[in-house]
């Protein structure tokens, strides 16, 4: 619409127009400056500030951001939920370390597995893949991993070191993709990322997971983050656990490696085990062994296991040195 038509065009019809290009786009921000080029109100700021207050005064769309002159559509549309029909079974999962006994997954859900680099990720979701596929005894046909991080032979290298007889791995599909995962999710499938990169603005790790939670309907998506030594929760900070409804944290000292339940929103028993640690260790790089059974550790007790891994550590290194 050209310049001379917006002053033809009575503000009512410009605003209507206004409204139903909002309704049209995506979810998302907008800012002033794009709503005027894409209506031809470039040059006339004017009536398109005109325009936005009066769909701010409608309820179409609200100022957002920090920035002033952004906007986003109000969504005042929201699904009633059909608790009277609704399923209420555990979704059909295997955890490793015998997680599924004491934590519960629900379709819809989201798991956080933040791990320390070096601390077993990749080793913990390869394993869960594997014992989760049907031919392997699990209850899925298919499973997908979101890949970031290794390449095709890498992931080859994987996958053979935990089991070299390809047709075990019928219905695994890897895909590799570093952002955006919500956009390629299946709502309905078992999702596997690995894992959501953030190298800055943290605050951010929230916002990604909102948006994967938001795409899945009757699927779940287990999402691997990093997170800084010494801390339970990702990159992220507690912000990372506002979606999920399990969440762990993998850590390692020495060689040997502990799994936290920092989250646990569905526990099986009557206690929910929140809290709760198990060390194991990762046997070749590819499967989880434990070393312990789970139980609740104060951090002086943590700090007095971490103190006898290191002196065992050291025992094994001396022996070897004069070749005991």
């Known amino acids: 619409m050209p310049h001379e038509d917006a002053k033809r065009l009575g503000l009512m019809e410009l605003t209507e127009r206004a409204r139903r290009w909002v309704t049209d786009q995506p979810p998302g921000e907008f800012s002033a400056f794009i709503f005027g080029k894409e209506l031809h109100l470039g040059e006339n700021p004017e009536i398109r500030d005109t325009v936005l207050r009066d769909l701010v005064i409608m309820?179409?769309?609200?100022?957002?951001?920090?920035?002033?002159?952004?906007?986003?559509?109000?969504?005042?549309?929201?699904?009633?939920?059909?608790?009277?029909?609704?399923?209420?079974?555990?979704?059909?999962?295997?955890?490793?370390?015998?997680?599924?006994?004491?934590?519960?997954?629900?379709?819809?859900?989201?798991?956080?597995v933040a791990g320390e680099t070096n601390a077993g990720k990749t080793a913990f979701v390869m394993e869960l893949i594997y014992r989760n596929l049907q031919v392997n005894g699990g209850a899925h046909s298919e499973i997908r991993l979101y890949n970031s991080e290794m390449g095709d032979g890498e992931l080859r290298q994987r996958v053979m070191n935990l089991d070299n007889n390809v047709q075990s791995w019928d219905g695994f599909r890897p895909f590799e993709r570093t952002s955006n995962f919500h956009?390629?999710?299946?709502?309905?499938?078992?999702?596997?990322?690995?894992?959501?990169?953030?190298?800055?603005?943290?605050?951010?790790?929230?916002?990604?997971?909102?948006?994967?939670?938001?795409?899945?309907?009757?699927?779940?998506?287990?999402?691997?983050?990093?997170?800084?030594?010494?801390?339970?929760?990702?990159?992220?900070?507690?912000?990372?656990?506002?979606k999920s409804r399990l969440a762990i944290s993998l850590f390692q000292n020495h060689g040997v490696h502990s799994c936290k339940i920092v989250k646990c929103k569905l526990p099986m028993g009557i206690t929910n085990p929140q809290g709760m640690e198990r060390d194991f260790y990762v046997e070749r790089g590819r499967k989880i062994v434990s070393r312990s059974d789970w139980r609740y550790l104060t951090q002086k007790e943590r700090d007095q296991l971490w103190t006898l891994y290191e002196t065992d550590a050291a025992a094994k290194n001396a022996r070897k040195e004069l070749g005991l």
């Open 59 to 112: 309820g179409s769309i609200e100022p957002c951001g920090k920035k002033r002159g952004q906007y986003r559509a109000v969504q005042n549309e929201c699904r009633e939920m059909d608790w009277h029909n609704a399923e209420t079974e555990y979704y059909p999962i295997w955890l490793p370390l015998e997680l599924h006994t004491l934590a519960g997954v629900q379709r819809k859900n989201v798991v956080i």
């Open 183 to 242: 956009q390629v999710i299946d709502p309905d499938g078992f999702n596997v990322i690995d894992y959501l990169e953030v190298s800055n603005e943290f605050y951010l790790v929230a916002n990604w997971i909102q948006k994967i939670h938001a795409k899945l309907n009757k699927g779940i998506a287990i999402i691997c983050i990093q997170k800084p030594k010494g801390k339970d929760t990702a990159r992220g900070g507690e912000f990372s656990l506002e």
